[in-house]
């Protein structure tokens, strides 16, 4: 059984910081690339950052440049996103997303989300 599992959100004030787990099991996390999205309230979802299987490499939404940085432990199945100097507009859902390829077709999947709130 695949499962996604966030953990981390939370109320911060503004200028702090989160630390966002996304813990996985039921498929090769090794082998999929992991992305952070957020959907804040009555918008649609946006990417926040993504790395490669290996980790080697990542990718920002421009936005989120020199505050957030997602990295991967792939010994412990398990993809970080560190938020730092967070703002308000930062307030939303944070969905874990996995996507790999394999028999031809692209595999994904979504954990259930994790809520920041960036408030005074």
């Known amino acids: 059984q695949v499962q996604l599992v966030e953990s981390g959100g939370g109320l911060v004030q503004p200028g702090g910081s989160l630390r966002l787990s996304c813990a996985v099991s039921?498929?090769?996390?090794?082998?999929?690339?992991m992305s952070w999205y957020r959907q804040a309230p009555g918008k649609g979802r946006e990417l926040v950052a993504s790395?490669?299987?290996?980790?080697?490499?990542?990718h920002y939404t421009d936005s989120m440049k020199g505050r957030f940085t997602i990295s991967r432990d792939n010994a412990k199945n398990t993809v970080y996103l560190q938020m730092t100097s967070l703002k308000p507009e930062d307030t939303a859902v944070y969905y874990c997303?996995?996507?790999?390829?394999?028999?031809?077709?692209?595999?994904?999947?979504w954990g259930q989300g994790t809520q920041v709130t960036v408030s005074s």
């Open positions: 997303n996995a996507k790999g390829f394999k028999y031809g077709k692209v595999w994904e999947y």
């Open positions: 039921g498929f090769t996390f090794s082998s999929y690339a």
């Open positions: 790395i490669t299987s290996v980790g080697d490499a990542t």
